[in-house]
């Protein structure tokens, strides 16, 4: 049982890999000792890269996953898989990012494979979306990444508090950060060579989806950070509303795509 958990705030759970769960913590680099569960709140701090007491490559074991074939994530806010995805108040965007294992997170080296904002449509931010799937996920690595052993970053940013730019002096202020890494080891023949950045480094803390105020009118939604490292990304929804494998819907949701030229397509799900 976590004895530092805050009330709120969440963290990458576990995986599902071919429909078993894997158990809580493997394959994720530690969990901070002090408050498994909190913000990052400074987009300087070195934290904002995994949130761990212990960037050691060796620190877990690596967790093999093929490109193009969908694999789950679990997020929770507490120590048991019962527990909810977020506090509901906490509404932001979500992101995925991958480095080269060999570079620990270290230098330019993180790309961005996934991203998802506010649906001006449904008026959802991605957290909200979590929410009504008890913080699960479906995600596909896009098959033009090379294979190789990587840290996988996820993140959620949390907009309840981000109508006041972040200062130290204030330190209640700005948006939150919940990002963590796991390591893995990627089966794939892709060749794709995507441009890296550094983390810290892709925010300030006056981004326009960094500073945002969430309680006024708003229609659209920035996402900050570098942009997806593929043009062309194709993202199908899926109702998560019933958990029993065997359930489908009778009338898939329709599928939402965003083209710009590019040779390559990948196809990203997620529940």
């Known amino acids: 049982m976590f004895t530092h958990s805050a009330y709120g705030h969440t963290y990458l759970f576990r995986f599902n890999i071919d429909g078993k769960d894997t158990k809580r913590g493997d394959y994720i680099r530690p969990y901070r ?7 990052v709140k400074d987009p300087k701090s070195l934290d904002l890269r995994c949130r ?9 074991k690596n967790l093999t996953l093929t490109a193009g074939k ?11 898989d019962t527990t909810r995805f977020i506090e509901p108040a906490h ?14 997170g270290e230098g330019p080296v993180w790309f961005k494979i996934f991203e998802k904002g506010y649906d001006p449509e449904t008026k959802l931010f991605f957290t909200q979306i979590l929410m009504k799937s008890k ?18 970053r996820t993140e959620f940013i949390a907009l309840h508090t981000a109508d006041k730019e972040y200062k130290s002096s204030s330190k209640g202020d700005g948006a939150e950060f919940f990002p963590n890494c796991a390591q893995i080891k990627l089966i794939s023949e892709g060749t794709a060579k995507p441009k890296g950045y550094e983390i810290p480094g892709i925010y300030t803390t006056k981004d326009p989806g ?7 009118k708003y229609d659209s939604y920035e996402i900050p950070g570098p942009p997806l490292y593929s043009e062309d990304l194709e993202v199908t929804p899926v109702d ?32």
């Open 52 to 60: 761990t007491d212990k960037m050691d490559a060796k620190a877990t």
């Open 91 to 104: 509404r932001g965007p979500g992101m995925i990012y991958l480095a080269p294992l060999e570079s620990n």
């Open 210 to 216: 960094i500073l945002f105020n969430l309680w006024d």
């Open 135 to 152: 913080g699960k996920m479906e995600f596909t690595i896009p098959e033009d990444i090379p294979g190789g052993d990587y840290l996988m």
């Open 240 to 271: 998560q509303e019933s958990e029993k494998p065997e359930e489908k819907p009778a009338n898939p949701k329709p599928t939402t795509k965003t083209k710009k030229p590019c040779v390559r397509k990948n196809k990203r799900r997620y529940k």
């Open 70 to 80: 969908p694999f789950g994530l679990e997020f929770h806010e507490g120590d048991e």
């Open 33 to 39: 000792e002090s408050t498994v569960n909190s913000p």
